[in-house]
């Protein structure tokens, strides 16, 4: 059974703060993994990871994939209150199917 | 452009009561997901398409039924609607892959979520 399980589940920090968010996974046929961010509605896409070792960046925000030991990890510097958001992470396993973990809800304090 | 719409934003069913979600998309992809998701939780796949025609269970499929006629048209079907299945619906959709410089990001397109609520 494929299974995505993203720690910590709610986490409280102050403006400013780094963080870290992870994910690891087992699923057959890895194809690739996604890191989403959510807030009011609908996920908002922020990452594709395929490749081990091979850091993606946006602004304050960056992600790695670590294929051997099957985890990735989302770090977000300098936070701001408009980080504050549930982050999902989500695996591509063969035939297209997209699993999702149970979401890491992070809050900013100012 | 509307990307990927559902119907009906709202909705209130009694228990037993059947009805469909529909979703449509307008940027021609080929794989549609319907998940759901629960207060504290992440999104769970009910169902998905990897193509007009075709269907696969997700990871919580009982209780719900899908279809996949016409390729821009995903429908979700509730035949007789349970508690248990309260909840925010998700449908998204996603262009092939592709290969080297035309591969896709991957990007999943969602639409803006359906809350449904049986008494």
């Known amino acids: 059974e494929d299974k995505v399980v993203q720690s910590p589940l709610s986490l409280v920090v102050h403006e400013g703060d780094t963080v870290t968010l992870n994910c690891s996974y087992e699923v057959t046929n890895f194809r690739s993994l996604l890191w989403y961010k959510q807030e009011k509605k609908a996920p908002t896409f922020l990452f594709m990871l395929t490749s081990s070792g091979i850091e993606k960046k946006s602004g304050r925000l960056s992600s790695i994939l670590d294929k051997k030991e099957l985890f990735s990890i989302l770090n977000i510097t300098a936070t701001q209150t408009g980080d504050s958001a549930i982050y999902l992470c989500a695996v591509e396993a063969g035939a297209q199917k997209l699993v999702f973990g149970q979401g890491t809800r992070l809050t900013i304090n100012p | 452009n509307a990307g990927v719409t559902q119907t009906p934003k709202f909705r209130v069913l009694k228990t037993g009561q059947s009805m469909t979600l529909l979703c449509a998309q307008d940027?021609?992809?080929?794989?549609m997901y319907w998940y759901r998701q629960d207060p504290g939780m992440g999104l769970r796949l009910i169902h998905y398409s990897v193509g007009e025609g075709t269907t696969a269970k997700g990871e919580v499929p009982d209780g719900y039924n899908v279809s996949r006629l016409k390729k821009q048209n995903f429908l979700l079907g509730l035949e007789s609607a349970a508690p248990s299945q309260t909840s925010v619906y998700f449908c998204?959709?996603?262009?092939?892959?592709?290969?080297?410089?035309?591969?896709?990001?991957?990007?999943?397109?969602f639409g803006e979520g359906s809350r449904l609520t049986v008494l």
């Open positions: 940027m021609n992809h080929e794989y």
């Open positions: 998204a959709s996603r262009p092939f892959p592709g290969l080297g410089a035309l591969r896709s990001t991957g990007e999943l397109f």
